[in-house]
Nanobody, 123 residues
Framework: QVQLVESGGGLVQPGGSLRVSCTASGFSLDYFAIGWFRQFPGKEREGVSCISSSDGRTYYADSVKGRFTISRDNAKNTVYLQMNSLRPEDTAVYYC????????????????WGQGTQVTVSS
């Protein structure tokens, strides 16, 4: 069964850090770009970060640049999003999704999706 599972979300104070993970089962992430998206209530999913499969290039939305870091561990079939200096406006459900090889923005270009993990930044 092809599946993506996000984990690692939770409640953190402003300025704190969290690392969310995206683990694949039933297929290898080796040939896929992985995107992280987030969704605020009543809004469309927005791209946060992406890492390509071919050269490992990384991309970030301006709102998270310098604070978030995406990485992948193909041996563990897992992609991580390290989130530092978190702000209340980062509160959202975070999703990972796959696309063949290369990154692009736009959730409509991604195929398999996880169920999401809630990240709440609040004091």
């Amino acid at each position: 069964q092809v599946q993506l599972v996000e984990s690692g979300g939770g409640l953190v104070q402003p300025g704190g850090s969290l690392r969310v993970s995206c683990t694949a089962s039933g297929f290898s992430l080796d040939y896929f770009a992985i995107g992280w998206f987030r969704q605020f209530p009543g809004k469309e999913r927005e791209g946060v970060s992406c890492i390509s499969s071919s050269d490992g290039r990384t991309y970030y939305a301006d709102s998270v640049k310098g604070r978030f870091t995406i990485s992948r561990d193909n041996a563990k079939n897992t992609v991580y999003l390290q989130m530092n200096s978190l702000r209340p406006e980062d509160t959202a459900v975070y999703y990972c999704a796959t696309r063949f090889q290369t990154c692009t923005w736009g959730h409509e270009h991604f195929g398999s999706w996880g169920q999401g993990t809630q990240v709440t930044v609040s004091s």
